[in-house]
């Protein structure tokens, strides 16, 4: 499968199909948007406008998300069209996230990942005080408040046990590095998430140690590619085991809507 072959795949799967757990899809000619089900932040997953529709649509979302009070994130790619989207939306008061690196590996049973690696201090993490756990160490890491997402994995790992699966780190009962995945109903694709390591704990290979039991899983469950957005600090690592990057992805947010 080339490198187009794959985009189009991506697309289709896990931007126009996806069905995420707590969330209402809703899909128009123009966007496939998910509501939240519990006040959270929604999204837009998936566009379909031009350069003559893209500000109507735009405010016409405003209004639907507003009338609903939920803020929400307009997730765009760098081969979405029209080619200057993200400008459009901060023209009409959203702010746009730095930009993370699209990046897709096909699972294949000769991979490092999934024969070379000695996993012993990988923890899967299955309980609320381990998500605890992880909430903590991304509070720490990035010095901000990350309680809906706690909310959210511990959640979504109640209702949907086989569909997340989260993995750690611990160093003397401290949890050190962590990162989960979400096995995509449908999909050949499993997506990566976190990926955190305190800095203290770097340079001992965890990262990659949470690669590997994650490709592990998904490969066991029967999944074609993981794909996950990388920082600029995670991307080289990524490439070095057999990720490609196929294209760019922004996060834009919303203007803060009055509940």
């Avoid at 379909?48 to 939920?70: C, D, M, P």
């Avoid at 965890?206 to 469950?221: F, G, I, M, T, W």
Wanted: some cysteine; overall charge negative.
């Amino acid at each position: 499968m080339d490198k187009n072959e794959c985009i189009a795949l991506f697309h289709k799967e896990l931007r126009q199909e996806a069905v995420t757990p707590g969330f209402r899809r809703e899909e128009t000619d123009h966007v496939v948007r998910h509501i939240s089900k519990y006040n959270e932040s929604g999204f837009i997953l998936s566009s379909n406008v031009n350069e003559s529709s893209a500000r109507e649509v735009i405010r016409n979302e405003l209004t639907y998300f507003g009338n609903l009070k939920q803020s929400f994130e307009w997730k765009v790619y760098s081969y979405d069209k029209p080619d200057n989207l993200t400008e459009i939306l901060k023209q009409e008061g959203f702010t746009i996230d730095n930009p993370e690196a699209l990046m897709v590996m096909k699972l294949s049973g000769s991979h490092p990942f999934l024969t070379n690696f000695d996993l012993h201090v990988v923890k899967e993490i299955t309980d609320e005080q381990g998500i605890h756990d992880v909430i903590a160490l991304e509070d720490a890491i990035w010095n901000g408040s990350h309680a809906e997402l706690g909310e959210r994995l511990w959640r979504d790992k109640q209702n949907n046990p086989d569909s997340l699966y989260i993995y750690g780190v611990y160093d003397d009962g401290q949890l050190v590095s962590a990162a989960w995945m979400y096995l995509e109903n449908n999909s050949s694709f499993a997506s990566l998430w976190g990926g955190s390591t305190l800095p203290g704990f770097r340079g001992n290979g965890y990262y990659s140690k949470l690669l590997a039991v994650r490709a592990q899983k998904a490969y066991e469950k029967g999944y074609s590619f993981l794909t996950v957005d990388a920082s600029p600090m995670s991307k080289p690592i990524l490439e070095k085991a057999g990720f490609n990057c196929l294209a760019y992805s922004y996060g834009c947010q919303s203007p803060t809507i009055p509940v």
